[in-house]
């Protein structure tokens, strides 16, 4: 009697299989965001052969995802819900004064840049 060993699935690989489902795509269309023939996409399924990053990137991209949010999928890496409108960011770049007037100038116009040396 021989024992057969089931190989667990690997979670990014249910998310994937959840995402196709959900999407009603078939496993054609996922191996070719894969860059992959079905049979390689089935074996990667099956647990014989690993996904790469490449791969996965691709699918991603073709998913209109993140590779992050196919991870944690369902969930999305940043969940936006409410207060999300309020979200900012501040970014600080230290420039030579040369340099920083010709920057300003691009962002603000001659006319501004006066205004913000005051």
């Known amino acids: 009697?021989?024992?057969t060993i089931k190989k667990e699935v690997h979670p990014i690989l249910?998310?994937?299989?959840?995402?196709?489902?959900?999407r009603n795509l078939t496993q054609a269309a996922i191996a070719e965001y894969a860059e992959t023939s079905p049979s390689q996409l089935s074996k990667i399924f099956k647990g014989e052969v690993q996904l790469s990053l490449w791969q996965l990137s691709n699918i991603a991209t073709k998913l209109n995802m993140s590779i992050?949010?196919?991870?944690?999928?369902?969930?999305?890496y940043y969940k936006?819900?409410?207060?999300?409108?309020?979200l900012k960011a501040t970014l600080t770049v230290e420039l030579k004064k040369d340099v920083k007037e010709q920057v300003l100038k691009l962002i603000f116009g001659n006319e501004n840049i006066k205004i913000l040396n005051e």
């Open 1 to 3: 009697m021989e024992t």
């Open 14 to 22: 249910s998310n994937i299989r959840k995402i196709m489902n959900e």
């Open 68 to 76: 992050v949010d196919i991870i944690t999928y369902p969930d999305k």
């Open 80 to 86: 936006m819900g409410k207060g999300s409108e309020d």
